[in-house]
């Protein structure tokens, strides 16, 4: 009997040690559309600001918004402004935003050709025709900071060229995105601002941060970039260089 004991106990015990951390792996995952609902819930004006209309009818089904939706919203991506052509539905869920708010709304995490969105709306009964109000958000948040010429500003050098600057665009509470612009890379302006941005919620922690370099400007040195990626690590961002062709 004691060797039974002991052939199988050790088996059982591995056995419930994966069980355990099968369990807390489910539990500790990050729940995208939960931490959304938080961050948005701390915004009062987060509804404040342009969104597209459905003019869909109250019977639409969840995909036929959903479809809507992407057809109808406008997302920076590496390649320019872009809107979704492909979506795969992965969790349908009601929400309440913030918590005392007597009305849901739907929430859709959806897998799309430009990366996993969250789509939030809910019908919306107005006077002459009820409406479908929508916003959309990266289910990871990201921001990216662009490098660019100021057009039309005094060129110097020779051959002339316009003066390089770095433009910062995030979305903000309302899912609209916003531009920061800056002469200079890592400037001291720069790092305040993106404490700033992190501190009130409009860079979530966590998100990523791309930079966007293009092959025929100057590029910071890798020194700058190396002391920059370090800051944005220190402010719970990750700061990634995008690849230029």
């Known amino acids: 009997m004691e060797t039974h004991l002991k052939i199988y106990r050790p088996t059982v015990m591995r056995y419930l040690f994966i069980v355990f951390a099968l369990l807390t792996a489910c539990v500790t995952k990050a729940d995208s559309i939960a931490e959304l609902v938080t961050r948005v819930s701390s915004q009062p004006e987060w509804r404040y600001g342009i969104y597209p209309t459905i003019d869909l009818p109250q019977s639409a089904a969840t995909n036929q918004v959903v479809e809507q939706i992407f057809k109808t919203t406008a997302f920076y991506t590496d390649a320019g402004i872009q809107s979704v052509k492909t979506f795969k539905i992965l969790e349908i ?110 860079i979530a922690p966590g998100s990523i941060l791309h930079f966007d370099p293009k092959p025929d400007l100057a590029r910071p040195s890798d020194t700058q970039i190396r002391a920059f990626k370090e800051f944005c690590k220190k402010l719970g961002i990750t700061f990634v260089v995008s690849k230029t062709n």
């Open 93 to 202: 869920r009601q929400v309440y935003i913030p918590a005392s708010d007597a009305v849901p709304y739907i929430a859709v995490l959806a897998e799309t050709d430009l990366g996993r969105k969250i789509a939030i709306f809910r019908l919306e009964q107005d006077q002459k025709k009820p409406y479908w109000w929508s916003r959309v958000y990266d289910a990871e948040p990201s921001a990216h900071l662009v490098a660019t010429q100021l057009r039309g500003a005094p060129a110097s050098g020779t051959p002339a060229e316009f003066p390089v600057v770095y433009v910062l665009l995030f979305s903000g509470e309302n899912g609209e995105v916003h531009p920061l612009v800056y002469q200079t890379f890592d400037s001291q302006d720069m790092e305040l601002d993106m404490r700033n941005l992190i501190r009130h919620g409009d």
